[in-house]
Every structure is written in structure tokens, then in C-alpha cells.
């Protein structure tokens, strides 16, 4: 299937922003996705954009889509403690189903 | 409030048994997947279904995995006999996904241990 890639790690101070990327190889892909996973808990959906657009801010949350080279950002400002946890990239063609990455654990530290 | 609900939320079995989770989508959601996760593999999509009618189920062992939709309210995905290969996280999420409806909502999961 197609891929979608993550880096697996990052580790920022409070209070700094963090950015996650995410790469996918799927050129139709029509939505792309930011999920977050606590520990012991199921995925709670970020934030999406649609492929034509190339960003989208949310408060804290922005959301950078490169279409030309594939590649999509979360930043994450003032990042917190609570932020903590698995980050998810997904994409969805023109299918149903969402094609995630691996995540990337972000560890927030004071 | 509107959630995806699972159970059970924990499950050990011995290896060779049937197990059988459950899933009960968001009310008025047309559309359910099953999701697996674990540190290898990250979250795999087992199977599908739209409209209680299964759309796709490539990403599932056929010999021992079954996925099904009795009715509106409840999803199953059982694994017969189950393997120490199978413990993993088991999500079920749900979605009224069409042209430009894009959320899939998740459960808390299942965790299996096959021992």
C-alpha cells in the first residue's frame, strides 16, 4: 500500500513549539489528518486539511501541506506538558479508510 | 455523549481459543473500520464496512480472522483459534464518512494478550 512516513521521536522544552512531519506517497491523497494518542486511550482526531488547501490554523495548531513534495507539518505553539503523547499522520484517498503512520511520541519536558 | 464504544477493553486467552470483540459505532454512522495496533506494524486496517456491508478486509488473516456487522449497533471481529502474534491494541472507529464528511471517530480499543 502506499506509505506514510514519521519521524518516530521528538522531545521539546514547555513552552517552546514543536513541529512534527509527516512525508506520504499517495498523490490522491484528498484529506490528511493529525491524530493524538494518550497512553491507554484510542485516537482522538487534531485537526485535517483538504489537499488544496495548504494550511490551516486551529488556536495552537498549525497545519502546513506541501502538495508538490508530499509533505505535511503540525506545529504545535507553546507546546505544555499535557501535549505529551503519540502523534498521528493519516491520509484518505479516494477510499473510506484512513492510511496512518507510525506516530511520533512527543515528549514535553518543564 | 456520542462515542464508539468497545469491549472488552482487556482480554487474555490462552493461545488457541476464540476470541470475540465487540463494537457498538456512534448512532447514525454509516461507516466501520477495525484497526490494529501494535510497536512493529503501528495501526494496520484489518477490515470495513459501510453500510453494515463489508467493503474491504485485505488487511485481515483470512484462515483466522472474521469481521461482521449483525446490525446497525454492533460490529464483531473475532480471531479463531487465536496466536501469541495476535496481542495487539484492537480498534474499532466509526464514521459518517461520504463525499465531505471526513471524521473517523475511535474507540478506546481492546488489548489482547495471546499467551
Known amino acids: 500500500g502506499e506509505d506514510v512516513e514519521q519521524s518516530l521521536f521528538l522531545s521539546v522544552r514547555e513552552g517552546d513549539s514543536s513541529v512534527i512531519n509527516c512525508t506520504y506517497t499517495d498523490s490522491s491523497s484528498t484529506y490528511l489528518y493529525w491524530y493524538k494518542q494518550e497512553p491507554g486511550a484510542g485516537l482522538q482526531l487534531l485537526t485535517y486539511?483538504?489537499?488544496?488547501?495548504d494550511m490551516k490554523q486551529d488556536q495552537r495548531l498549525t497545519v502546513l501541506l506541501n502538495k508538490k513534495d508530499k509533505h505535511l507539518s503540525l506545529r504545535i505553539a507553546d507546546t505544555q506538558t499535557g501535549d505529551s503523547a503519540i502523534y498521528f499522520c493519516?491520509?484518505?484517498?479516494?477510499?473510506?479508510?484512513?492510511?496512518f503512520g507510525k506516530g511520533t511520541s512527543l515528549l514535553v519536558t518543564p | 455523549d456520542a462515542r464508539v464504544t468497545q469491549t472488552p477493553r482487556h482480554k487474555v486467552t490462552e493461545m488457541g481459543q476464540e476470541v470475540t470483540m465487540r463494537c457498538q459505532p456512534i448512532l447514525g454512522h454509516n461507516t466501520v473500520f477495525w484497526y490494529r495496533q501494535t510497536m512493529m506494524q503501528g495501526l494496520e486496517l484489518l477490515a470495513y464496512f459501510r453500510n453494515r456491508a463489508p467493503l474491504d478486509d485485505s488487511g485481515m488473516p483470512k484462515d483466522r480472522f472474521s469481521a461482521e456487522m449483525p446490525d446497525a449497533t454492533l460490529a464483531t471481529l473475532k480471531i479463531q483459534p487465536s496466536e501469541p502474534r495476535d496481542s495487539a491494541v484492537y480498534f474499532c472507529?466509526?464514521?459518517?464518512?461520504?463525499?465531505?464528511?471526513?471524521?473517523?471517530?475511535f474507540g478506546q480499543g481492546t488489548r489482547l494478550t495471546v499467551v
Open positions: 472507529a466509526s464514521g459518517p464518512l461520504d463525499e465531505g464528511n471526513t471524521e473517523a471517530f
Open positions: 493519516a491520509e484518505k484517498n479516494s477510499g473510506y479508510a484512513l492510511n
Open positions: 486539511i483538504f489537499s488544496n488547501m
